[in-house]
């Protein structure tokens, strides 16, 4: 059974950093963690949930949704079976519930072809 764990969500004025990340566990995705693709997502309140950036699996290539870019990395250290997304120079509208998914072999961000899902860690910026 696969579970994904957020965790570094909290509080941040406008302008400062916060780093989240993203555990797996369960023995076959622990063991083949690098064949997963891995993303975050969020959902603000009264908003769909929207892909924010991803990492392929064995970390080929990363993506970001255009409002982070610049801002936000993403990166995975395949030894330790996590992803974390280094949020950088925060604003107000990144205030939402950020998830983390994986798909094993995945290609695409789209949320409804990621196959796990985490419980998600909450990010507030405030201004």
């Known amino acids: 059974q696969v579970q994904l764990a957020e965790s570094g969500g909290g509080l941040v004025q406008t302008g400062g950093s916060l780093r989240l990340s993203c555990a797996g566990s369960?023995?076959?995705?622990?063991?083949?963690?690098?064949?997963?693709?891995m993303g975050w997502f969020r959902q603000a309140p009264g908003k769909g949930r929207e892909f924010v950036a991803g990492?392929?699996?064995?970390?080929?290539?990363?993506s970001y949704a255009d409002s982070v870019k610049g801002r936000f990395t993403i990166s995975r250290d395949n030894a330790k079976s996590t992803v974390y997304l280094q949020m950088n120079n925060q604003k107000p509208e990144d205030t939402a519930l950020y998830y983390c998914?994986?798909?094993?072999?995945?290609?695409?961000?789209?949320?409804?072809?990621?196959?796990?899902w985490g419980k998600g860690t909450l990010v507030t910026v405030s201004s």
């Open positions: 990492i392929t699996y064995r970390g080929g290539t990363t």
């Open positions: 998914a994986a798909d094993q072999y995945g290609t695409t961000w789209a949320t409804d072809g990621m196959k796990y």
């Open positions: 369960g023995h076959f995705f622990s063991t083949y963690f690098s064949t997963y693709s």
